[in-house]
């Protein structure tokens, strides 16, 4: 037997997909601030925006020695 | 200049493509980097102040190199062209180009070069593998065919997709012998790791019930 989705059904599908999908979203940007908040970034004076450190580069006339990490997971 | 670039999943963030555009493929990544973005050495060094000064002198002299080679010296050029394909400044095809109109490379420059323009259409081939067992095998047929042509296995992050592709490969061909081959390559490189036991045991099992099929 083949199942059809209803419009009604499918509209429901696609509102719960987007209210998990913001909800993950809310998850992670909690997990992004909580690492920016972390003692790591308070020893020192990182530049978390990318065209800002490059600017500061420029004018110091000094490399840019980056870190890339994540937040989402330890 | 202390730069952060913080992978976070979170769609409205900026830059969360960086990692990739600079080379990276994991955690942490480190590297210096010019004011225009163009990476200059990266960290392979033990992650401590030392090690990290090291990589700093690397990127310097990468920069020397570089004026050097802007004053027209032939073998800074062919030494700068070598740099930027390891450092991804240029494609394997920008690099062959570049150093084709450079005159004969050294014996060591020519290996270092060809293990350099392997592991970039290894890199490439990657690209194309997903969760779907045909584009894996067919990865892994290329990089066997790459092995069989002499091509120089890669040594850096691509050499464990390569081998274990190859692995794939030889499995679903009953190919005991190649599978063998790549078994002892992944096991030289990864054999000590005592998170990769596990998957060793099981690739040995494998391995038994290829031979034993062949009898």
Known sequence: MRVKIGEGMLAAAIALGLASQAAAQDEMAEKRDKKLKSEFFS???WITDFEKAREESRKAGKPIFAYFTRSYSP | MLYC????????D???????????????????????????????DQRDAEGFARTGKKAQAFLELKAKAGKGDK??????????????????????????????????????????????????????VTREKETQLAAGQKFLEMK?????????????????????????????????????????????????APFFRAKEATLKELQDKKK
């Open chain 2, 75 to 128: 073998a800074a050029l062919i030494d700068l062209a070598i740099a930027q394909l390891e450092l991804g400044h240029i494609t394997a095809e920008e690099g062959q180009k570049k150093l084709a109109g450079l005159g004969t490379l050294s014996k060591a420059q020519q290996a270092k070069v060809d293990g350099l323009l392997a592991a970039a259409e290894v890199r490439e081939a990657l690209k194309t």
């Open chain 1, 43 to 45: 020893k020192a004076a």
């Open chain 2, 148 to 196: 069989k042509a002499g091509r120089p296995a890669p040594e850096g992050d691509e050499a464990q997709p390569y081998w274990i592709l190859i692995m794939n490969y030889a499995e679903e061909h009953n190919d005991a012998g190649t599978f063998a081959d790549a078994l002892k390559a992944l096991r030289a490189k990864y054999g000590d790791n005592p998170q990769a």
């Open chain 2, 5 to 12: 670039n913080i992978t976070t999943h979170v769609s409205t």
């Open chain 2, 14 to 44: 900026k830059d969360q493509e960086l990692l990739e555009q600079k080379g990276g493929d994991g955690f942490p990544y480190l590297i210096f980097m010019d004011a225009e973005g163009n990476v200059l050495a990266k960290h392979e």
